[in-house]
């Protein structure tokens, strides 16, 4: 959700490959403790619209940091656009509140209070 994936069929088709029953399994985890809720989709009744609470976004410094760390340790493996792991790994600050920006745009967008 940090990079704009809110919907399930796209998490399913993330580049990680989780299972459906796995994925289905951990959106209702991370829904029931309070990490992500979920909304509607404007497009049809049976789809969801998952986003980040308050208590998820609360997580953008650890994911920074491991993101940094996998740059660091990993980077062989990883598909990291250039500008975006300059960002993380020379501008922490930026990215952080870069990427929470996004995620304020994006519910302005699409949550209605």
Not at 19 to 24: D, E, G, R, V
Not at 26 to 38: H, P, V
Not at 79 to 100: C, Q, R, W, Y
Request: glycine share 4%; proline share 4%; hydrophobic share 35%.
């Amino acid at each position: 959700m940090f990079h704009g994936c809110h919907e399930y069929k796209d998490m399913l088709r993330a580049e990680e490959q989780i299972s459906s029953s796995i994925l289905s399994d951990r959106l209702k985890k991370l829904e029931e403790n309070g990490l992500i809720a979920s909304c509607p989709h404007p497009d049809s009744q049976r789809r969801k619209l998952y986003y980040l609470t308050d208590t998820g976004k609360d997580l953008i410094h650890l994911m920074q940091a491991l993101l940094a760390w996998s740059i660091t340790h990993l980077a062989e493996h990883l598909d990291v656009p250039e500008m975006e792991a300059d960002m993380v790994m020379n501008h922490p600050k930026e990215f952080i509140s870069g990427t929470l920006e996004r995620l304020e745009q994006w519910e302005s967008e699409h949550l209605t209070s």
